[in-house]
């Protein structure tokens, strides 16, 4: 499985970006694809996830209202839409799937 992240960069608070996250070499048809992120000294901490092939979604207390994660209809590409972002969401942002990571993408918001 390959995974790569793209959309990451720096917005002022209040603003918005939008990840995405190509998958390819895999060929399940159920399974869940989930972003995670990680600041310097912390643990890598679960942001949101969605399945396949029903769309549910799922998002942490600190970005629920704020973020939107979505995939396209192949399910091959995952978003996640970041409003009304806060310093705290600054971060390296992974793509996950199953047992296999992106290599990450960071997203820098200043106050």
């Known amino acids: 499985i390959r995974l790569v992240e793209s959309g990451g960069g720096s917005a002022q608070a209040g603003g918005s970006l939008n990840l995405s996250c190509a998958a390819s070499?895999?060929?399940?048809?159920?399974?869940?694809m989930r972003w995670f992120r990680q600041t310097p000294g912390k643990e890598r901490e679960f942001v949101a996830s969605i399945a396949w092939p029903l769309g549910d979604t799922e998002y942490s207390d600190a970005v629920a209202g704020r973020f939107t994660i979505s995939r396209d209809n192949p399910g091959s590409t995952m978003y996640l839409q970041m409003n009304n972002l806060k310093p705290e969401d600054t971060g390296l942002y992974y793509c996950n799937l199953l047992d296999s990571w992106g290599q990450g993408t960071q997203v820098t918001v200043s106050s």
């Open positions: 070499g895999f060929h399940y048809t159920t399974y869940f």
